[in-house]
């Protein structure tokens, strides 16, 4: 009996190549067909870049358009037609599908999954866990995530930053993902919550344009712009209310 093909959910890390884990790079130079997602068709992708070393030569690459929108009906529609592509590239052969950091992580591949579960339940699926970005940041920032029994919260930013607020009242480190236009609300509300000098920032962690700050007040004056701010993450250090 002929054994099923595989699709494999990459996480590629943050940014540095070198940062991919060693399955990753082992199942990456042997996959005949990678999957590369884009948030338009006319842009370059972000994953391939970090992953593209340990592509085999003879790998055919194959870009997905993912839509960037909230309409539920048409993201439906795109992840039903993504996985549909998905089972006639597994039909052919194993599959990597590349993503950002961890492939659980806030991730297309979760969306992109949960629809090919729907169309081909039999498929056979093996993930590869990624470092993700906030790992990264804290890396290079020396950025205790977790100490002792401090809790720590990861949120992804929204233009409703009350969540936020909320994290940082209740004290720990506070890990604020996909920041974009809202740095300069996200910077007023570290002041009001008296949290700015214990905050860094790390935009595009291990790619080319890296960006570390530690003085964020800085931000101010020189922002990233919306593209790479999404790419920033914010880490912060909030004092546990005392009962």
Same mark, same amino acid.
């Given at each position: 009996?002929?054994?099923?093909?595989?699709?494999? $959910?990459? $996480?590629?890390?943050?940014?540095?190549?070198?940062?991919?884990?060693?399955?990753?790079?082992?199942?990456?130079?042997?996959?005949?067909?990678?999957?590369?997602?884009?948030?338009?068709?006319?842009? $370059?992708?972000?994953?391939?870049?970090?992953?593209?070393?340990?592509?085999?030569?003879?790998?055919?690459?194959?870009?997905?358009? %993912?839509?960037?929108?909230?309409?539920?009906?048409?993201?439906?529609?795109?992840?039903?037609? &993504?996985?549909?592509?998905?089972?006639?590239?597994?039909?052919?052969?194993?599959?990597? %599908?590349?993503? +950002?950091?961890?492939?659980?992580?806030? &991730?297309?591949?979760?969306?992109?999954?949960?629809?090919?579960?729907?169309?081909?339940?039999?498929?056979?699926?093996?993930?590869?866990?990624?470092?993700? &970005?906030?790992?990264?940041?804290?890396?290079?920032?020396? %950025?205790?995530?977790?100490?002792?029994?401090?809790?720590?919260?990861?949120?992804?930013?929204?233009?409703?930053?009350?969540?936020?607020?909320?994290?940082? +009242?209740?004290?720990?480190?506070?890990?604020?993902?996909?920041? $974009?236009?809202?740095?300069?609300?996200?910077?007023?509300?570290?002041?009001?919550?008296?949290?700015?000098?214990?905050?860094?920032?790390? =935009?595009?962690?291990?790619?080319?344009?890296?960006?570390?700050?530690?003085?964020?007040?800085?931000?101010?004056?020189?922002?990233?712009?919306?593209?790479?701010?999404?790419?920033?993450?914010?880490?912060?250090?909030?004092?546990?209310? =005392?009962?």
């Amino acid at each position: 009996m002929t054994k099923p093909h595989t699709l494999y $959910g990459i $996480g590629v890390g943050p940014g540095d190549p070198d940062l991919l884990t060693v399955k990753a790079a082992r199942i990456l130079s042997e996959c005949p067909q990678i999957i590369v997602p884009k948030a338009k068709s006319d842009g $370059g992708s972000v994953a391939l870049r970090i992953a593209q070393k340990h592509i085999g030569p003879k790998a055919e690459i194959h870009e997905m358009v %993912f839509p960037m929108t909230k309409d539920k009906t048409r993201l439906a529609e795109a992840w039903l037609a &993504s996985a549909q592509k998905v089972a006639d590239l597994l039909a052919l052969g194993d599959t990597c %599908f590349l993503t +950002l950091g961890d492939a659980f992580l806030y &991730s297309t591949y979760i969306y992109l999954l949960r629809a090919l579960e729907k169309i081909l339940p039999s498929a056979r699926v093996i993930t590869v866990p990624g470092i993700t &970005s906030f790992s990264a940041s804290a890396a290079l920032t020396r %950025f205790h995530l977790g100490e002792g029994k401090e809790p720590i919260t990861i949120i992804p930013t929204d233009d409703d930053l009350s969540p936020a607020r909320d994290a940082i +009242l209740r004290g720990g480190t506070i890990v604020l993902m996909k920041i $974009g236009h809202r740095l300069p609300a996200i910077l007023a509300l570290l002041e009001e919550t008296g949290t700015i000098a214990t905050s860094v920032l790390v =935009q595009k962690a291990g790619q080319p344009e890296q960006r570390i700050e530690t003085d964020l007040r800085q931000l101010r004056q020189n922002a990233p712009d919306d593209e790479a701010g999404y790419l920033s993450i914010l880490l912060v250090h909030a004092p546990i209310p =005392q009962p």
